[in-house]
């Protein structure tokens, strides 16, 4: 969409047309009667006279492609305004060591829990278009990677390039981040809280997506299920793998890549009590229904009606305009100039 941001600059073309008459019929009125004009000699055309002729024209095109860029002409892809019923959703996404395990990969393509809870959370984000919605990643620490937003393209970009910290190893061989694959869900559920407290917003919950057991953090899960029990906040949490040995990628000693099994456990009854204690429900991905659950419980949540100003990006085209203007501008003041000693 093509449009002016100033547009009542434009009222300077009204001006710009009065004052080129008044210089043309000044122009054309210097001039005396003379009948038998086939005794003059034949004028040729010189640069002189071809530069008086043209700088004009040059000197009135510029002084309107100047007052078009003054206009600042846009092209914007769109600005809308809206009325909508919305919901606060803060996703709480495991990024720990534990996600990494394979136990849901095809003979098509290996796919780790990660990659399970981020399809689940695109096809969520994706049937909720008009709620707010950010995004707390957590593994040993728990960090806010998106704030409560409407731009769910962003939100997905952000997604995609979370990744499980990979093992660090110092001199001698022992790992130096340990922590960072650890689960602190007791932290990560306080921080979705802190994110979701001053929210307007009625209906605000937690979707947590986690392979579920909890082994690190400075709070407990327990106490910050209270906390958003408090707050008003229901948590919807999800499962994602299944109890005993599961697949990993490793490399051998001669660096190739290696299916090796580790235990893993995932604390289902954790879930399902920090999903009772605020009145939300527990749902596990490996039962293709389970999202479908979640999504109609959400929907019978209280809304709130809030107005939604989106700004998409625009694009500014004054210079296209700006820079002809003064370089047509610069040359008919210099033609004139030099042909006829004025400046206009």
């Not at 809206?82 to 996703?91: F, L, S, V, Y």
């Not at 650890?182 to 994110?195: E, K, S, V």
Request: charged content about 20%; hydrophobic content about 50%.
């Amino acid at each position: 969409m093509f449009h002016f941001a100033d547009p009542y600059y434009l009222l300077l073309l009204i001006l710009l047309g009065a004052a080129a008459w008044a210089v043309l019929a000044r122009r054309r009125s210097k001039a005396m009667l003379f009948a038998p004009t086939h005794r003059l000699k034949v004028a040729h055309l010189t640069w002189r006279t071809a530069a008086i002729a043209v700088a004009p024209a040059l000197f009135l095109a510029g002084a309107a492609l100047a007052i078009i860029a003054l206009a600042r002409p846009q092209t914007v892809f769109a600005k809308t305004s809206r009325q909508t019923d919305a919901i606060a959703i803060q996703m709480v996404v495991d990024v720990s060591g534990s996600m990494e395990a394979l136990d849901f990969s095809t003979r098509a393509a290996l796919r780790t829990r990660l990659d399970v809870v981020k399809e689940t959370f695109v096809q969520f984000i994706d049937k909720r278009p008009d709620d707010l919605i950010g995004l707390v990643a957590f593994g040993g620490y728990a960090t806010c990677r998106v704030p409560l937003t409407i731009d769910h393209g962003a939100l997905q970009h952000v997604l995609k390039g979370i990744q499980i910290p990979k093992p660090a190893l110092d001199a001698n061989g022992q790992l130096t981040n340990q922590e960072e694959l650890l689960t602190a869900i007791g932290d990560a559920l306080a921080t979705a809280c802190a994110r979701l407290e001053k929210s307007e917003i009625k209906s605000k919950i937690i979707v947590l997506l986690s392979d579920g057991e909890s082994n690190t953090g400075i709070i407990k899960p327990d106490d910050a299920a209270k906390a958003a029990k408090a707050l008003g906040i229901k948590v919807y949490t999800i499962g994602v793998g299944s109890n005993g040995r599961a697949p990993f990628m490793a490399r051998d000693m001669f660096g190739r890549n290696v299916i090796q099994h580790a235990e893993v456990r995932i604390d289902e009854e954790l879930l399902r009590r920090i999903a009772a204690t605020t009145g939300g429900a527990y749902f596990n991905v490996r039962d293709p229904q389970g999202l479908a659950r979640a999504l109609a419980d959400i929907d019978k949540l209280e809304k709130t009606s809030v107005r939604q100003e989106i700004y998409n990006q625009y694009t500014e085209l004054f210079p296209r305009f700006l820079w002809p203007g003064l370089l047509a501008l610069l040359l008919a003041t210099t033609l004139n100039m030099t042909a006829r000693r004025e400046i206009i």
